[in-house]
């Protein structure tokens, strides 16, 4: 049974540090792994999305990589910002069904 | 391009009481997603549906929870009767086909059970 780890479960840093958040996964037979933001009372914003053949993508201040022989994915952000204050949830998913199973996440505050 | 469209927003019931959330997919997509989200904890999917049928119920209790998706556009979850631990966010998705199409959340309903 696949299950998703995030640490830490909350990070708060002052303003224009970078960061890294962790996620691990039991199953490395995985299609691909996304990162996703969540703000207090909106839905899912998709960040990032790697697929299981590549080690890294990229966007704007945030990169996202992928390991997947030894089941750990990692979200950098650079020079953090009031405004990157939110939850962080890393998911897999499963083959063809296009199942999503998410991590527990990060509440992340970065401090003005 | 309207988003995924969930109401109400907000529900309190007594434990025993019945609840229903309702889902508007994106147009066009045929793939919609309920997902559970306790407190502290990441979503789990309860339910998949591809057009109108059912792909993925394994973790729907279903002695208690419903959903359908008739006409294989809007969607509804009901709880019947709920409990206290049902105390959650329930959020619908949608993608546009199965496989790996991104999928698009809403904002969710949070449900409180006294």
């Known amino acids: 049974k696949q299950e998703v780890t995030q640490i830490p479960a909350a990070l708060s840093v002052p303003e224009g540090e970078n960061l890294v958040l962790n996620c691990s996964f039991t199953?490395?037979?995985?299609?691909?792994l996304q990162w996703f933001r969540q703000d207090p009372g909106k839905g899912l914003t998709s960040l990032l999305l790697i697929q299981s053949s590549q080690r890294e993508q990229t966007s704007g201040r945030l990169n996202a990589s992928l390991d997947k022989s030894s089941g750990r994915s990692t979200l950098y952000i650079a020079a953090s910002q009031p405004g990157d204050s939110a939850t962080y949830l890393c998911?897999?998913?499963?083959?063809?069904?296009?199942?999503?199973?998410f991590g527990t996440g990060t509440l992340l505050a970065v401090q003005p | 391009e309207a988003g995924v469209a969930q109401s109400p927003r907000y529900k309190i019931i007594e434990k025993r009481q019945s609840v229903a959330f309702w889902c508007n997919p994106i147009s066009g997509h045929a793939t919609l997603y309920w997902y559970q989200q306790i407190l502290g904890q990441g979503p789990k999917l309860l339910i998949q549906f591809q057009n109108n049928g059912v792909v993925d119920d394994s973790q729907l209790p279903k002695d208690r929870f419903s959903a359908e998706r008739l006409k294989g556009v809007d969607s509804t979850l009901k709880i019947q009767p709920a409990k206290l631990e049902d105390s959650a966010v329930y959020l619908c998705a949608s993608s546009l086909a199965g496989g790996k199409d991104t999928q698009y959340f809403g904002p969710g309903t949070r449900l409180t059970v006294l």
């Open positions: 199953d490395s037979a995985i299609y691909n």
């Open positions: 998911a897999v998913r499963l083959g063809a069904t296009n199942k999503l199973i």
